[in-house]
């Protein structure tokens, strides 16, 4: 799987975007970008993923660049239950071994 | 039921105990995880099962045994720990191994371990 990189730790006011990026320079083709965010002391929640085209569900949005070397997870209206470890993950589809980095956590701010 | 399910919650358990965590999930997945994490730190693989076989060990230590009885079901057997094992047990699953995009990973809460 190709390594990400993100930043440490991000602040967000209370009702603004979140936008954390990912930087994964060495993505292959059929490589995925995957989401999952962790709130304190709990599973880790699948948020999105995509492969070259933008996505958007009910929690967030995913821009992808043209090149695929980086992405950036959207989370329009940060409340203070966003707070949590956001990981990035590159990966095929359905390979066996997803393995997390280190993560950004986003606080959000009142 | 979109959920896994991990019992206990809690563990506190000696170096000499025999104990096992379990984790169950109705959503007719196949691809089953155990993941280890300390505090501060992300998940690490630990085991994955496909279609009720190992598939991958992540070179863990025998002390630590998986077991997967059924399609729905996957156990964690523990013995002979140490304090260094304390840490939230994860487990996961997801429909299948296939290269399908939408092949993601659902959690459950973990179980948290102490040893003593």
């Known amino acids: 799987d190709a390594k990400t990189t993100q930043p440490t730790s991000m602040d967000c006011a209370e009702g603004r975007a979140a936008n954390l990026p990912c930087n994964h320079s060495?993505?292959?083709?059929?490589?995925?970008v995957y989401w999952y965010r962790q709130i304190h002391s709990q599973g880790p929640q699948y948020i999105i993923h995509g492969l070259k085209n933008n996505e958007t569900n009910e929690m967030a949005s995913l821009i992808i660049t043209e090149d695929r070397k980086s992405s950036t997870l959207i989370l329009p209206h940060a409340t203070l239950r966003d707070t949590a470890v956001y990981y990035c993950i590159v990966r095929i589809g359905g390979y066996q071994k997803v393995t997390f980095g280190t993560g950004t956590k986003l606080q959000v701010i009142p | 039921d979109t959920e896994v399910t991990q019992t206990p919650k809690h563990l506190v358990m000696g170096m000499t105990n025999k104990k096992s965590l379990k984790c169950e999930q109705h959503m007719g997945h196949r691809a089953m995880y155990w993941y280890k994490q300390k505090a501060k730190k992300p998940p690490e693989l630990m085991f994955v099962?496909?279609?009720?076989?190992?598939?991958i060990n992540e070179s863990v230590p025998s002390r630590f045994s998986p077991e997967c009885p059924n399609s729905s079901l996957l156990n964690l057997h523990l013995h002979a720990l140490q304090p260094e094992d304390s840490a939230l047990y994860l487990c996961?699953?997801?429909?299948?191994?296939?290269?399908?995009?939408?092949?993601?990973?659902?959690f459950g809460a973990g179980s948290r371990l102490t040893v003593l």
């Open positions: 060495t993505i292959s083709g059929n490589e995925y």
């Open positions: 099962y496909s279609y009720e076989k190992l598939s």
């Open positions: 996961a699953s997801s429909q299948d191994l296939t290269d399908s995009g939408a092949n993601v990973l659902t």
